[in-house]
């Protein structure tokens, strides 16, 4: 049988245990609704052919909704044609994001000659690959802590032709 005391540090255990709950709920509510930043693929580029491979360069947008600027941990990326991986990445902190603005982030995206060549031997004649680029934005927010914006976009880029490598 329960001693007297065993009863009553149950019974404030109960409602220590109750008040964690509703602090936990009154904090998920709060975080749950906190602004985050949004962001957008504007365009994304066939920018060059290098000794490395074949660059081509997204623009994003992204709206910060604080008047405080905030830190870019990482940017990553995948850019893929039909169901094939043909480059990805990781920006190691790319910057900050400008308070109450709209920053512009460049993602250079590099294609290995590789992949290139083996993409360009299974076009026919019009030299343009149906893409899908996905970007991860990973955001230092003070308080709530990292977060990730995950955007994707699909489009038709160009790939090089013979005068490109000249």
Known sequence: MASADEKVVEEKASVISGLLDKAKGFFAEKLANIPTPEAA???VDFKGVTREGVDYHAKVSVKNPYSQSIPICQISYILKSATRTIASGTIPDPGSLVGSGTTVLDVPVKVAYSIAVSLMKDMCTDWDIDYQLDIGLTF??????????AISTQGEIKLPSLRDFF
């Open 41 to 43: 693929v504007d365009d």
């Open 140 to 149: 230092d927010i003070p308080v709530v802590g990292d977060i990730t914006i």
